[in-house]
């Protein structure tokens, strides 16, 4: 598994695991329970993971939903 993404945005996290899924990429979170172990303060982000053989694909599917959505990398 390779890091994708991370950050504490729950709606773009939500919305980018969906958009992965539609493509056939399973993505993987972690430290989500950590993160709200926290408290949810945005100390700790969640970690999206996907295969290694999916990453150039999920950057794409990324760079899209960033660019679109104007979001800073």
Do not use: C, W
């Not at 773009?12 to 972690?30: K, V």
């Not at 982000?45 to 939903?65: F, G, K, N, S, W």
């Amino acid at each position: 598994m390779k890091e994708l993404f991370r950050s504490n945005d729950m709606v773009l996290i939500s919305y980018l695991e969906h958009r992965l899924r539609e493509e056939g990429i399973e993505p993987l979170m972690l430290d989500g329970h950590m993160s709200i172990m926290e408290g949810s303060i945005g100390v700790l982000q969640r970690r999206m993971m996907v295969a290694e053989e999916d990453l150039t694909r999920a950057q794409v599917i990324l760079d899209d939903v960033r660019q679109t959505h104007g979001l800073d990398r």
